[in-house]
Nanobody, 117 residues
Framework: QVQLVESGGGLVQAGGSLRLSCVAS????????LAWYRQAPGKQRELVAA???????NYADSVKGRFTISRDNAKNTVYLQMNSLKPEDTAVYYC???????????WGQGTQVTVSS
């Protein structure tokens, strides 16, 4: 069992930046898929960014050019750098880990990001 703990959320004005962190209780391996999702009130959870290993990353169209996902396997941590934030980025952001070996998925508890206009 892996526990994921997110941090770094908060209240920021439009145009500002935040950096989210997610620390895993167990080791992260290079082929594990790490991702950030978000869920706004009344909306479905959506994929924001994913690091699928091997330096390959994917982003939702709505955040391309503004958000950057990165990982530090030695620290069992994945980050989401969010720049040029918009009010529509307001949501609870969740960290997700999918093990390459088993396919099992783990979720963090979420961290609130609120962007004021």
């Amino acid at each position: 069992q892996v526990q994921l703990v997110e941090s770094g959320g908060g209240l920021v004005q439009a145009g500002g930046s935040l950096r989210l962190s997610c620390v895993a209780s167990g080791s992260i391996f290079s082929l594990d898929v790490l991702a950030w999702y978000r869920q706004a009130p009344g909306k479905q959870r959506e994929l924001v960014a994913a690091d699928v290993g091997g330096g390959i990353t994917n982003y939702a169209d709505s955040v391309k050019g503004r958000f950057t996902i990165s990982r530090d396997n030695a620290k069992n941590t994945v980050y989401l750098q969010m720049n040029s934030l918009k009010p529509e980025d307001t949501a609870v952001y969740y960290c997700n880990l999918r093990r390459w070996s088993s396919g099992l998925r783990y979720w963090g508890q979420g961290t609130q990001v609120t962007v004021s206009s």
